[in-house]
């Protein structure tokens, strides 16, 4: 990713949509307890920490995220929270230690369900869990509008598509839920006034390709608002 991108992609609430019910649910689905060790996979810049680190006031709670300026966001936004929340810069591929429930709001899809269940199986306390939203069809067939929206960089499937490869991998579904428009708009919506800020920032040449493109990708969500979704999914080994 350029430079031009991570200057979008900075000092934004969250980096995906979401939002606090959704870690509710999962938490709830999951019967997390409440002293447990929970990661927030591909943390960015920590929302779901902080709804975490909320709903389970006994639990540690630890973000691992790639990019170092989402962990630095991350770390300043959970510091009231005290040592049991933290983030830490690596990858969910490379874990130490074991865990109550893995989170990850949208960014299995980076290495693919099969690779990150198999990973993910060694780092799970016995009756835990993995909670992950993927995108995946709400409307199957989708419209032209949906698939323009995810164009061809995304893996998107239909809502069986995701469980065959949940199975495939040997693991059940425990729950599932949709994930759209309200918990986009909170990921698109501050966004927008981003983009406006930095379009009155005399902007670079790059600067204005990636504001232009960010522009485009909200357009075409505005277009399929009630159709572009992520499949939330509480999975746990069979
Ligand atoms: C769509 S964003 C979601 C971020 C966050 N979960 C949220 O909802 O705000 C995807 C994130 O995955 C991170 N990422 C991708 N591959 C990763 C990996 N192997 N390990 C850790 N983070 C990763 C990216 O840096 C990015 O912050």
């Keep these: 990713m350029s430079s031009a991108f991570f200057t979008v992609h900075r000092d934004l609430d969250r980096e995906g949509p979401g939002e606090a019910a959704d870690v509710h649910w999962a938490l709830d689905v999951a019967g997390t307890p409440e002293d447990a060790r929970i990661l927030d ?68 899809y980076f290495h693919g369900i099969g690779p990150v269940l198999d990973t993910w199986a060694k780092h799970l306390n016995p009756g835990g869990a993995v909670a992950f939203s993927e995108p995946a069809w709400l409307i199957d067939p989708p419209s032209d509008a ?64 990636a504001i232009a493109q960010s522009r485009d990708e909200i357009a075409k969500w505005q277009a399929a608002r009630e159709e572009v979704a992520y499949s939330l999914f509480v999975v746990r080994p069979t």
């Design 41 to 108: 996979a591909a943390c960015g810049p920590g929302a779901d920490m902080v709804t975490l680190a909320k709903a389970r006031p006994s639990a540690d709670v630890l973000g691992v995220e790639k990019q170092a300026h989402f962990v630095e966001a991350a770390n300043a936004r959970v510091a009231a929270f005290g040592d049991r929340v933290r983030a830490l810069e690596g990858s969910y591929m490379e874990l130490d230690g074991s865990f109550d429930l893995i989170w990850c709001a949208g960014a299995v």
């Design 146 to 209: 949906a698939r323009a929206f995810w164009g061809d960089e995304y893996p998107t499937k239909s809502e069986d598509g995701v469980r065959d490869q949940i199975h495939a991998a040997g693991w059940g579904v425990v729950g599932q839920r949709w994930i759209v428009d309200v918990p986009w708009a909170n990921y698109y919506g501050p966004m927008i006034a981003r983009l406006d800020m930095l379009e009155n920032s005399d902007p670079s040449e790059d600067l204005q390709a």
